[in-house]
């Protein structure tokens, strides 16, 4: 029997099979769990409904985590359709082009509340939306974060404070949830060329560069950031909560 039998999930952030949220689905499908979806916005629809029906998911809804609209409406579906959640996976972050290149100190006052509003208050009002619905059989929340968040990368800029301000979050949130039984805690995952990784200017030398510096001396893919993300929403990590666990080859314990 597999470790996710007769569990619900709900997955936020698949824009194409290369994103880290399909990676995830697909193992949590594999080991028996139900799978709904939720995608940023019309453009996105046909690529989503393509991909999850090919795990025999069905339940597809749009949701634009800037409009709180979008996200009642979101779990208003959910609890029509299933009642209850089990799992929900965060896996969303955006900030401005311009924002991820040149001076940190040139971050305008737009750019850090969209950025932040996008990759770290969604988590808080994602967990607001499903808690009242894990809440008769506990749950499981994970967000996905990046080293940028604790130290200081090239470009990474606001999307760095962006990344503190979630992996804050999530200790936070684990606070409030836990005496209802609800675990919440985040995936710090090495660069994987997906969507949110296009355009970064010199990425082919970022993983060159993990390649050469991290423990395992290699890049990870984001099939070993989904066998992490099954362990955390699994009944095999039951005692966790509030963590941050990197799945980076072990870059992140390097000094010199
Ligand atoms: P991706 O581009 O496939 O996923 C990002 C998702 O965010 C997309 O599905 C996009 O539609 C969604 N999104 C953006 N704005 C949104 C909005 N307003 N409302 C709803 N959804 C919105 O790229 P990915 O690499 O799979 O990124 C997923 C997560 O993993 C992000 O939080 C990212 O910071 C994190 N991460 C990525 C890497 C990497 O190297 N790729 C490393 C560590 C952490
Ligand atoms: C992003 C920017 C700068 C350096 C970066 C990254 N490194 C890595 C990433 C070294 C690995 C990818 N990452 C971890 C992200 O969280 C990316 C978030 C992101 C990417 C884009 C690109 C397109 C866009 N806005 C974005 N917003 C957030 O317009």
């Not at 990474?156 to 409030?176: C, I, P, Q, R, T």
């Not at 560069?209 to 009944?235: C, F, G, M, W």
Request: net charge neutral; aromatic share 6%; hydrophobic share 45%.
């Amino acid at each position: 029997m597999g470790l996710l039998e007769g569990k619900k999930g709900l997955i936020l952030g698949v824009a194409n099979n290369k994103s880290i949220a399909w990676s995830i689905a697909r193992e949590l499908h594999k080991e028996g769990a139900e799978l709904a979806f939720s995608y940023a916005g019309e453009r996105l629809e046909e690529r989503v409904r393509i991909l999850a029906g090919s795990i025999g998911a069905g339940l597809l809804i749009p949701c634009d985590v800037t409009r709180d609209e979008d996200i009642d409406s979101l779990f208003g579906k959910i609890r029509e359709e299933w009642g209850a959640l089990d799992i929900l996976v965060h896996s969303i972050a955006f900030a401005n082009k311009d924002e991820l290149k040149g001076a940190f100190v040139d971050t305008t006052r737009q750019g850090f509340a969209l950025a932040m509003d996008v990759s770290a208050y969604s988590l808080i009002a994602m967990a607001r939306g499903a808690y009242p619905l894990m809440e008769s059989n506990g749950g499981k929340i994970i967000t996905m974060t990046y080293l940028g968040g604790r130290k200081v990368i090239p470009n990474y800029n606001v999307m760095g404070v962006a990344k503190a301000g979630l992996e804050a979050s999530v200790k936070y949130l684990a606070a409030d949830l836990g005496p209802k039984g609800i675990n919440v805690n985040a995936v710090s995952a090495g660069p994987i060329k997906t969507l949110a990784a296009m355009g970064i200017s010199g990425f082919k030398e970022i993983l060159g560069h993990i390649q050469d510096r991290s423990p395992l001396k290699r890049n990870i893919t984001a099939e070993e950031v989904a066998k992490t993300a099954l362990y955390l929403l699994s009944d095999l990590s039951s005692g966790v909560t509030g963590e941050t666990i990197y799945v980076d080859a072990g870059y992140n314990i390097i000094g010199m």
